[in-house]
T-cell receptor, first 113, second 111 residues
Framework: DTAVSQTPKYLVTQMGNDKSIKCEQN?????MYWYKQDSKKFLKIMFS???????INETVPNRFSPKSPDKAHLNLHINSLELGDSAVYFC????????????FGPGTRLTVT | GDSVTQMEGPVTLSEEAFLTINCTYT??????LFWYVQYPGEGLQLLLK?????DKGSNKGFEATYRKETTSFHLEKGSVQVSDSAVYFC??????????FGTGTRLTIIP
């Protein structure tokens, strides 16, 4: 009964490749997010979707493209991977209430060589 | 824009010591405040939250009070255990707004 799940957990790939990370939530939440955690553990929002519509896009390179096929899924596709894309990517979800907390997935550790 | 300033780590304490991790914020409006915890190799878990001024969030012996006058949300625990070793993040936001995180504080408890 995992609440927010991500696949894969680990992803090792070479520069220039294209890869995708998938996220699913079974909490019935309306809003989903992608965060990036760098090597110093700093967390920053990348995107958020509310009912399949993009509502936050935080100065992320065009190589990153989120896709939400339905409100329970938010996938992240990355084109032309670069060394600097190496990080842990977290998916999260929340209700649309003013005080609702976000629930996080276990993370995907992406290593670009 | 919104920001969160968190006590720099790492913090190392002996078991049963008192813990304080400072967190201050700047924000427009009246955001909710959160503490998240990240255990080694895992994702973030919500530890506690407070949604308005003077609210106290508490969980697993940890507490934090939303202080509007000092724009603070310090995390405290009276007696830490080895199992509390983790990275702690203060954050503000709520609802379908993004969370703005502090830089995280790594806590290590030694037996």
């Amino acid at each position: 009964d995992t609440a927010v799940s991500q696949t894969p957990k680990y992803l090792v790939t070479q520069m220039g490749n294209d890869k995708s990370i998938k996220c699913e939530q079974n909490l019935g939440h309306d809003t989903m997010y992608w965060y990036k955690q760098d090597s110093k553990k700093f967390l920053k929002i990348m995107f958020s979707y509310n009912n399949k519509e993009l509502i936050i896009n935080e100065t992320v390179p065009n190589r990153f493209s989120p896709k939400s096929p339905d409100k329970a899924h938010l996938n992240l596709h990355i084109n032309s991977l670069e060394l600097g894309d190496s990080a842990v990517y977290f998916c999260a979800s929340s209700h649309e209430t003013p005080t609702g907390e976000q629930y996080f997935g276990p993370g995907t550790r992406l290593t670009v060589t | 824009g919104d920001s969160v300033t968190q006590m720099e780590g790492p913090v190392t304490l002996s078991e049963e010591a008192f813990l304080t991790i400072n967190c201050t914020y700047t924000a427009t409006g009246y955001p909710s405040l959160f503490w998240y915890v990240q255990y080694p190799g895992e994702g973030l878990q919500l530890l506690l939250k407070a949604t308005k001024a003077d609210d106290k969030g508490s969980n697993k012996g940890f507490e934090a009070t939303y202080r509007k006058e000092t724009t603070s949300f310090h995390l405290e625990k009276g007696s830490v255990q080895v199992s509390d070793s983790a990275v702690y993040f203060c954050a503000l936001g709520g609802g379908n707004e993004k969370l703005t995180f502090g830089t995280g504080t790594r806590l290590t408890i030694i037996p």
